[in-house]
């Protein structure tokens, strides 16, 4: 049985929308994708509710099934920070954000080209707007396979590190254009989670990708520093060379994730600064002429 292309139908390339979907009360917004986002939109239990604003939404159309899961992917990923749960687990309920977060998508929108072979990004059109044919017919009717290989690199690298961080301390170092990630006391810290993932962050190759003829790592040495072992990432100017530049946001943005994973408790411990350890007084008996005073008194 021959596989089925969702990206084709017809010989031609299948058109998807990654679609921003604004509610009447202002409160969040949606995030997804569809062949047919209004359709996609009319089985949501706020449709049903008569809650969305489908005139103030917007729609990005994209020339593909497989570009727009990536667009919609890479939105997720780079704004979870202010992801909000409705007050139902129907169809779509995970894919809400606080409206605060509506200017960074769309700024990172104009960051995506919107296929290999079209530089410029995507036209954010209203919701109820038909497909844009002709920025459509830009893309040469093909899928970036660069942004599909390194993307997918990227993603696992990202939830390893997302991983890893729960478990053991880390710092994010910097120096202009390159920065590395410094895995505190990682080759004689022993706990169970860790262990399960040290084989994967030492495999290099789960950092590296390849498509066409094409290739690229964004991981590019590894090193121990006492017990402590450090990954010097790829410089960003390189990375942007990559998958049509669309990547270097979104190492940023992990490097970001990781800083502030950094700040938290591994593991619900508390990380304590030694210098700043507070010894508590020792508790003294006192002695019995003082306990028989005490009790007169009472």
């Known amino acids: 049985m021959k596989a089925v292309d969702p990206n084709v139908q017809g010989g031609l390339p299948t058109p998807a929308a990654v679609y921003l979907l604004q509610r009447r009360d202002g409160l969040r917004f949606k995030i997804g994708w569809a062949l047919e986002p209004v359709l996609r939109v009319q089985r949501l239990p706020e449709f049903s509710a008569d809650e ?8 990005v159309w994209l020339p593909t099934v497989s570009r727009a899961q990536q667009f919609e992917r890479a939105l997720h990923r780079g704004l979870a920070t202010y992801r909000v749960l409705p007050s ?11 409206p605060t977060a509506h200017p960074t998508a769309i700024r990172l929108i104009r960051q995506m080209p919107i296929g290999a072979d079209a530089k410029l990004p ?35 690298m990202e939830d390893l590190f997302l991983r890893v961080a729960a478990c053991c301390e880390l710092s994010v170092e910097s120096d202009g254009d390159r920065h590395s990630i410094r895995l505190i006391r990682f080759r004689t810290r ?49 990375v942007r060379t990559w998958a049509d530049g669309a990547l270097v946001w979104q190492v940023m943005a992990l490097l970001e994730r990781l800083r502030a994973a950094a700040s938290k408790p591994v593991f619900g411990k508390p990380k304590l600064d030694p210098a700043a350890q507070v010894v508590p007084p020792r508790l003294t008996t006192l002695p019995k002429p003082a306990r028989a005073a005490r009790r007169g008194a009472r």
């Not at 002709?134 to 990227?154: I, K, N, P, Y």
């Open 52 to 59: 969305l604003d489908l005139v103030g939404s917007h729609a």
């Open 88 to 98: 139902h687990t129907q169809d779509g309920h995970t894919e809400w954000f606080l």
């Open 122 to 156: 995507p036209s954010i059109v209203a919701f109820l707007d038909e497909p844009q044919a002709c920025a459509l017919e830009q893309t040469g009717h093909s899928a970036s396979a660069v942004v599909m290989q390194a993307q997918d690199a990227l993603w696992v």
């Open 190 to 238: 022993v706990n169970g989670a860790l262990e399960t993932l040290r084989w994967a962050v030492l495999d290099i190759e789960r950092y590296r990708w390849r498509a066409n003829d094409q290739a690229g790592a964004f991981v590019h040495m590894m090193a121990y520093d006492g017990d402590d072992l450090v990954l010097t990432l790829t410089p960003m100017r390189q």
